[in-house]
């Protein structure tokens, strides 16, 4: 995570990222430009079953100040603003969807070597306030997650984490729901050399005695191409593969097969994404 504990979403992120980020079993498109006065344009498709969805984010970065537009074909105009260290340490975010006049929000984020702390509002009459604090240090960390209906007076959220650390293999445990579920991680660099990492994550609700369990990897074929693939205890198995075929710029195509019911369930994705 580098210097410091980071945020409570920095817990287990790495494991989410490798068993999560990137499985798509719909069809997308992304492409991104820049306008001659700097402003970055990315449009995005995404066909989901008979719907076809679509966005365009206008970004414009003024100094420590960045701006985003977000328009959708629900007819949503998402407009967030960002502002990096107004303070030192310290990030302060807006965000307000249009037509929606109860959906403004504020937030802001601290980072420092031994602390993470985070909190937001929405900006209505009984707004609901979420806090989440991490103490410790790059090799360490616990903390907590809760959010606070001020219309009800009741608690919405409460959550509470540990991190850990050591050289190539990152353990995470997590207690959600109110207590009702507990969420284990486990992630590990194997090569780094071809960023070959194995996770695995185990979660457990105690109202259902259900649990369920996922294990995935990744590892890059050359420098410009990345397998992963992941499988879960229901029997649905996940893959895909990643090029990047010019720099900042990603073709991926995954796949989702429900292994109980192989002649009844099966989805492709694919998705091109420019990055800037």
Known sequence: ????????????????????????????LSITTYSPAGV??????????????????????????????????????LITATVDEAAPGLKSIFSFKAPDQNSGKIELQYLHDYAGISTSMGLTQNPTVNFSGVIGNNA???GTDVSFDTKSGNFTKINAGLNFTKDDLIA??????KGDSVNASYYHIVNPLFNTAVGAE??????????TITVGTQHSIDPLTMVKARVNSAGIANALIQHEWSPKSFFTVSGEVDTKAIDKSAKVGLALSLKP
């Not at 344009?41 to 701006?67: A, H, M, R, Y």
């Not at 995470?172 to 729901?177: I, Y």
């Not at 185990?202 to 649990?211: I, M, Q």
């Open 172 to 177: 995470s445990l997590t207690l959600n729901d």
């Open 40 to 77: 970055a344009i990315t449009s995005t498709g995404t066909k989901k079953g008979e719907s076809l969805l679509g966005d365009v984010v206008f970004q414009l970065k003024q100094k420590n100040i960045t701006t985003d537009f977000k328009v959708s074909t629900d007819n949503t105009v």
């Open 202 to 211: 185990v979660n457990h609700k105690f109202s259902s005695k259900v649990n």
């Open 1 to 28: 995570m580098g210097k410091g504990p980071g945020l409570y979403t920095d817990i287990g992120k790495k494991a989410r990222d490798l068993l999560y980020k990137d499985h798509n079993s719909d069809q997308k």
């Open 140 to 142: 360490l960390a616990v």
